[in-house]
């Protein structure tokens, strides 16, 4: 009987024991803490890993903003798989110069300094031969990392060529549009933004 008490006494124990030590937890649907809100900044709209890299013609929202004279007004840095020695690494020679850019007519002669950089070409061929939707897509494609450049950015990589034998012209300068806001010029691996100085 003794054995019996003290084996009851013991199960009461250990429930007792184990009821002290239950946590409660509260459902997360149910709880009335705020919840933190997300930064919608960080979270990009579109999360394509790639550029689309087909060949399209300039859009009309793209045409409008890509067309106009265009000065050269600050060097953004050295794109990371080589840099250019006759740039790096202040590359003024670059800075003040002009380019146009018409629908009928481009012009690189504004180049100055640099004699094989000077084409000029009537009824050029514009064409958006790649479009990153985000920053990491594009930095993934071109290993160029551009100042300012956001998650959510769209660039839009444009190509000209000459409209007789549609080759683009061997001036080893490449442009970025981005967001129809900014204007990116790469020489060789020499990275500037332009500013549009007339339409």
Do not use: H
Not at 53 to 66: A, G, P, Q
Not at 147 to 158: A, E, G
Not at 160 to 186: Q, Y
Request: include cysteine.
């Amino acid at each position: 009987m003794k054995k019996i008490i003290l084996l009851c006494i013991m199960i009461m124990l250990m429930l007792a024991s184990a009821c002290g030590n239950v946590e409660t937890t509260s459902n997360p649907n149910t709880s009335s803490e705020p919840k933190p809100a997300k930064d919608e900044s960080i979270i990009p709209k579109n999360t394509s890993e790639y550029c689309d890299l087909e060949s399209k013609n300039l859009d009309s929202e793209t045409e409008k903003y890509f067309y106009g004279t265009w000065k050269v007004e600050k060097l953004l840095g050295f794109a990371n798989s080589y840099n250019d020695a006759s740039e790096y690494p202040t590359g003024q020679k670059f800075i003040g110069d002009e380019i146009i850019i018409k629908k009928d007519f481009f012009s690189s002669k504004g180049l100055k300094n640099y004699k094989k950089y000077q084409y000029e070409l009537k009824n050029p061929l514009y064409e958006i031969t790649a479009k990153c939707s985000n920053s990491d897509s594009f930095y993934r494609s071109y290993k160029i990392d551009i100042p300012n450049l956001n998650i959510n950015d769209v660039v839009k990589v444009i190509d000209i060529s000459e409209p007789s034998t549609k080759r683009s012209i061997p001036v080893s300068v490449g442009f970025f549009v981005v967001n129809n806001d900014r204007l990116i010029l790469i020489s060789e691996a020499t990275i500037f933004e332009l500013k549009k100085i007339t339409d």
